[in-house]
C-alpha cells in the first residue's frame, strides 16, 4: 500500500510538473486565447479596445518623421438634440466631426482619451483598399480583373481558386464563411482562435474550400475576403502590408501617433481589422478621403480609385464597392468605413463633412442600430 502511494504521488507529482512546464512554454499562448475569449465582455471590453497590443502579437505601422499635420479647430457645432442619449445608447467612446477639414466637435468617453490607439475592426479593411488603389496606379497590381492566385499562388486548389481581385474587394468571392461573432464555433471565432494562438492566416485561407456561389454571383459579407486582399498586395509588391501602408498611406497623411496592427503568429497584418490608431488620426484619413484622396497639395490616393471603391458595385445591388459601405439612399459622394461593434469613419463629399467614432456596443447587431447611427450622422452633417 505504501509502494501504491508513493509511485501514486510521484505519478501526480510528474503531472503537475509537466503541468506548469507546459504552462511555461505556451504562457504567451494561452494569455492570447484567454483575451480572445473575454475580449467583448461586458466589464474588459472598453479598456480592451484600447490596449490591444497587450494581449495578441502588433507591429507597427512607422509614422516616419515627418512633422505632424495640423488639424485646426474651428467654432464648436451644436449637434442634434438627441446627441447625447443616442452617444450613451450606442456606448460611443468617442465623437470627432470635422466640417471643411476643422474639428468642430471632439469628445471621449467611459475613461477613453485622445492618445488612445484604438482598435479598428472592419475599418481596417477601407485603408486596405486605399493601399490597392495606390498598387494599381503604379503598377504594381496589374489590374483587378486579375485571378487572386495570380499573385497569391497559395490559394490554388481552394475556394479561392477562379476569384479575381475585383470580386474578393465586393465581397463576391462565393467562399463559405461563417461570421456569426455570437457562435463560438463559426469560422469568424476559429480564425480568432488561430490568430491568437500563434498560427498563420495565409494556411486557414488557403484551407478553406467550400463556396456557396460562383465568384462574382452574390454580395456576401466575409471578412476572410479581406485577408486574401492583404495576401494579393503582399504578393504583388513583395513587401508586408503594414510597410507598404507606411510609405503611401500612413507617412503622407503625418498623424499623430504610429498605428501598429495585430498580427499572426508569423507577422502577417490582420488586415481585416487589426489597425488599431486614434480618434484624429482615423478622422486625417476621413478628410483625406473627402478630398478625393488629396492631403496638404499631395495626390495620396488616385482620385479615380477613391471614386470607384466608393460607388456601389457589388452585386445585386449591395450598398458595398471595394471594402467601403454606402449606406441606402446616400447622396453622390456619401459613405463611410465601419466595423463591428461601432466603428465608424463617415464621409459627406458634398457638405466635406468627416465623422469618426470609436465605440464598445455589445448591442451593435441589434435590428436599426447601424440605421440609428447613420441618421444621427446625416442629422450632423445637415445640422452643420
Known amino acids: 500500500m505504501r509502494r501504491f502511494l508513493k509511485w501514486t504521488f510521484g505519478a501526480l507529482l510528474l503531472l503537475v510538473v509537466v503541468a506548469v512546464a507546459v504552462g511555461l512554454w505556451k504562457r504567451e499562448e494561452i494569455t492570447r486565447l484567454m483575451a480572445v475569449n473575454s475580449l467583448f465582455s461586458e466589464e474588459k471590453i472598453v479598456d480592451n479596445f484600447s490596449h490591444m497590443d497587450q494581449a495578441f502579437l502588433t507591429t507597427e505601422v512607422s509614422r516616419?518623421?515627418?512633422?505632424?499635420?495640423p488639424l485646426s479647430y474651428g467654432p464648436d457645432a451644436a449637434l442634434p438634440p438627441g446627441t447625447d442619449a443616442w452617444v450613451a445608447e450606442r456606448s460611443l467612446t468617442s465623437l470627432l466631426v470635422l466640417n471643411d477639414g476643422e474639428i468642430v466637435h471632439e469628445s471621449y468617453h467611459q475613461g477613453t482619451s485622445a492618445d488612445d490607439r484604438r482598435i479598428s475592426w472592419s475599418v481596417a479593411k477601407s485603408y486596405l483598399s486605399a493601399l490597392v488603389g495606390v498598387l494599381l496606379d503604379n503598377g504594381t497590381i496589374e489590374s483587378i480583373d486579375d485571378p487572386v492566385t495570380k499573385y497569391a499562388p497559395l490559394l490554388r486548389g481552394g475556394a479561392y481558386d477562379g476569384a479575381s481581385l475585383r470580386q474578393v474587394l465586393n465581397m463576391a468571392s462565393g467562399v463559405t464563411f461563417d461570421e456569426?461573432?455570437?457562435?463560438?464555433?463559426?469560422?469568424i471565432n476559429r480564425m480568432g482562435r488561430v490568430l491568437a494562438l500563434g498560427g498563420r492566416m495565409d494556411d486557414f485561407a488557403a484551407h478553406l474550400t467550400?463556396?456557396?456561389?460562383?465568384?462574382?454571383?452574390?454580395w456576401k459579407y466575409v471578412s476572410i475576403d479581406t485577408h486574401v486582399v492583404g495576401m494579393v498586395v503582399r504578393g504583388a509588391?513583395?513587401?508586408?502590408?503594414?510597410?507598404?501602408?507606411?510609405?503611401?498611406?500612413?507617412?503622407?497623411?503625418?498623424?499623430?501617433?504610429?498605428?501598429?496592427?495585430?498580427?499572426?503568429?508569423?507577422?502577417?497584418?490582420?488586415?481585416?481589422?487589426?489597425?488599431?490608431?486614434?480618434?484624429?488620426?482615423?478622422?486625417?484619413?476621413?478628410?483625406?478621403?473627402?478630398?478625393?484622396?488629396?492631403?496638404?497639395?499631395?495626390?495620396?490616393?488616385?482620385?479615380?480609385?477613391?471614386?470607384?471603391?466608393?460607388?456601389?458595385?457589388?452585386?445585386?445591388?449591395?450598398?458595398?464597392?471595394?471594402?467601403?459601405?454606402?449606406?441606402?439612399?446616400?447622396?453622390?459622394?456619401?459613405?463611410?468605413?465601419?466595423?463591428?461593434?461601432?466603428?465608424?469613419?463617415?464621409?459627406?463629399?458634398?457638405?466635406?463633412?468627416?465623422?469618426?467614432?470609436?465605440?464598445?456596443?455589445?448591442?451593435?447587431?441589434?435590428?436599426?442600430?447601424?440605421?440609428?447611427?447613420?441618421?444621427?450622422?446625416?442629422?450632423i452633417a445637415r445640422d452643420l
Do not use: C
Open 237 to 379: 509588391a513583395g513587401k508586408p502590408v503594414a510597410e507598404l501602408l507606411s510609405t503611401h498611406i500612413i507617412q503622407p497623411l503625418g498623424l499623430e501617433y504610429a498605428p501598429y496592427y495585430v498580427t499572426d503568429g508569423v507577422g502577417t497584418a490582420f488586415v481585416l481589422g487589426g489597425l488599431n490608431m486614434t480618434t484624429r488620426d482615423y478622422a486625417r484619413f476621413g478628410q483625406m478621403y473627402a478630398q478625393r484622396g488629396e492631403w496638404q497639395g499631395r495626390q495620396v490616393v488616385p482620385a479615380d480609385w477613391v471614386d470607384a471603391s466608393t460607388e456601389p458595385s457589388a452585386p445585386e445591388g449591395a450598398g458595398y464597392g471595394y471594402q467601403w459601405w454606402i449606406p441606402e439612399g446616400s447622396a453622390d459622394g456619401e459613405y463611410m468605413a465601419r466595423g463591428i461593434y461601432g466603428q465608424y469613419i463617415y464621409i459627406d463629399t458634398a457638405r466635406q463633412v468627416v465623422i469618426v467614432t470609436t465605440a464598445a456596443d455589445r448591442q451593435f447587431r441589434e435590428p436599426g442600430a447601424n440605421q440609428q447611427n447613420v441618421d444621427m450622422f446625416r442629422a
Open 64 to 69: 516616419g518623421n515627418g512633422p505632424t499635420s
Open 210 to 218: 467550400e463556396t456557396f456561389a460562383a465568384p462574382g454571383e452574390t
Open 180 to 187: 456569426d461573432y455570437l457562435d463560438f464555433n463559426s469560422d
